[in-house]
């Protein structure tokens, strides 16, 4: 009987502890679940808010940009583009490439980031910053980093080929003269 009263609470102890180890694994379990959902979720916000744009709906663009957003472009610029001038660039290019497309190559998020790969493509019809429409058919690589809150963009740091850009709009890149 002394046996049977030692093994009984031992057996317990143990089946206490093995279920105390379950919860713990399932709410670590239900954590990641969650997490997975929000970057998920951050993921196709962008993803829509690129949609709007290539369906030159810059009013429905505008509705995933935060009233306090900021665009570093080059990333390691030190003055931000304010909200209203980012939906004006958008503006822009979307008059200047009426056809302009956003292949996403690459998406993935990080807590409150979404990472982003882009191809932009268009054909130059329109004047884009004082250059005429060449009808030049025209590629862009773009990569950005964006923050959201609130499901609301407030922060895109970003690099763009603007070199290739020019370049396919026209412009050569010539060193400077050698000073005389």
């Known amino acids: 009987m002394k046996k049977v009263a030692c093994i009984l609470p031992a057996v317990f102890l143990l089946c206490f502890a093995f279920a105390c180890q379950d919860k713990a694994?399932?709410?670590e379990l239900e954590k990641y679940r969650a997490q997975a959902a929000f970057e998920a979720r951050n993921i196709e916000i962008i993803k829509a808010a690129i949609a709007e744009i290539d369906k030159r709906n810059v009013e429905g663009f505008q509705a995933y940009v935060a009233p306090e957003f900021k665009l570093y472009v080059p990333s390691n610029s030190t003055t931000p583009v304010s909200r209203d001038d980012y939906i004006a660039m958008v503006k822009v290019m979307t008059a200047a490439l009426p056809d302009m497309v956003h292949n996403l190559t690459e998406a993935f998020a990080v807590e409150d980031r979404v990472i982003l790969?882009?191809?932009?493509?268009g054909t130059h019809l329109a004047e884009l910053q004082g250059i005429p429409p060449t009808g030049n058919k025209l590629m862009v690589s773009y990569i950005a980093i964006m923050r959201l809150k609130d499901g609301l963009v407030v922060e895109e740091?970003?690099?763009e080929d603007f070199l290739g850009l020019y370049q396919q709009l026209g412009m050569e890149l010539r060193p400077k003269a050698p000073p005389k």
């Open 157 to 159: 740091v970003a690099e």
């Open 25 to 27: 694994a399932t709410a």
């Open 117 to 121: 790969r882009v191809a932009i493509q």
